[in-house]
């Protein structure tokens, strides 16, 4: 099986050693300025392992004409929200052949670009389910910097798809050691990332601290947009929002910031604020997209239009 992963920043560093080792042919797509970068070999430290690794791609490509010049059995999308809006998807997209398109990209309106794109029976979604850091993160101590990542307990990763795609996929990745399953990949990340996105917002407002998370002021205004994005997010889906509609509250907010860091191997704060800081221009996309969206759909807005005003505000001043 060859593979083309789309980018080789943590998503596909992470998916694409797994995939190698299950024996996979991994190649990746990057610019022209990364090639070096991507020819060296990338430094990991999987899960609970101290000692480097290294993940040396297969092969480097960096135009259409290269991707287009080979036969790929898949693609796999590992950009963010705010990347993929440009002419390069369609290029790449018709550059593949009869390849399968796996598109790992949670934001609202994500699956609606990538769709037109590919034949039904050839789109894979997937829902990340790891975590991912550039370590030493908290001052650990490591031979040398490289791509750390954690899977946490009982979250696989999830993929949906025709069965013809979706299955090797599964089996490869669980071959390679990671966790994997077939799935509703597109309702979990809709309701998932309603939630992070939302807490991550007023984290940030907050000052990156948990501490200032778990205020009253923050708490609150998380858990209100959290339930304005879930409601708009399964409105555009067809779905039912599920039981997390339920339980969200600023209780629920100020649980997860006192549960997570006691299982997380890293500084779970710590990696909140790097990992979103470096993807911040995403999590402002999808409060817009979901304001946007909801207010089309006459559903109420008010929490995510003052969180995404405040949130700019807090850039403003940083």
Excluded: N
């Excluded at 550059?95 to 794109?117: F, H, I, N």
């Excluded at 979604?125 to 990542?149: N, R, V």
């Excluded at 309701?191 to 998370?213: D, I, K, N, Q």
């Amino acid at each position: 099986m060859r593979v083309l992963m789309v980018g080789a920043g943590s998503v596909g560093q992470v998916y694409g050693w797994h995939l190698q080792q299950a024996g996979v042919e991994v190649h990746v797509y990057v610019r022209p300025k990364y090639v070096e970068e991507a020819r060296a070999g990338y430094v990991l430290y999987p899960p609970g392992v101290r000692t480097p690794v290294r993940f040396h791609p297969d092969g480097v490509v960096t135009t259409p004409a290269d991707v287009a010049a080979q036969k790929w059995d898949q693609v796999w999308l590992c950009v963010s929200s705010t990347a993929l809006r440009g002419a390069w998807l369609a290029e790449i997209t018709a550059a593949m052949g009869d390849a399968t398109l796996v598109s790992l990209l949670p934001g609202l309106r994500d699956r609606d670009l990538v769709a037109p794109l590919v034949a039904p029976e050839r789109l894979v979604i997937g829902l990340i389910a790891f975590s991912a850091w550039h370590a030493p993160l908290g001052g650990e101590p490591l031979p040398e910097p490289g791509m750390a990542w954690w899977h946490p307990p009982f979250t696989p990763s999830q993929f949906e798809g025709a069965p013809a795609a979706v299955d090797p996929i599964v089996a490869a990745l669980k071959k390679g050691g990671c966790p994997a399953i077939t799935g509703d990949a597109t309702a979990m990340a809709a309701r998932g990332s309603s939630f992070l996105l939302s807490l991550v917002a007023a984290m940030e407002c907050a000052g990156w601290t948990f501490a200032g998370l778990r205020s009253a002021r923050w708490a609150g205004l998380a858990a209100a947009a959290a339930k304005e994005a879930l409601t708009i997010s399964t409105s555009h889906l067809g779905i039912s929002p599920g039981p997390l509609a339920w339980v969200l509250s600023p209780t629920l907010v100020r649980l997860t910031t006192r549960v997570v860091p006691l299982v997380a191997p890293m500084d779970f704060e710590a990696f909140l604020k790097s990992h979103f800081s470096k993807v911040g221009d995403q999590t402002l996309l999808a409060l817009d997209l979901w304001i946007s969206e909801g207010q089309g759909r006459s559903l109420p807005v008010a929490a995510l239009t003052e969180l995404a005003g405040e949130l700019r505000r807090a850039r403003g001043a940083a």
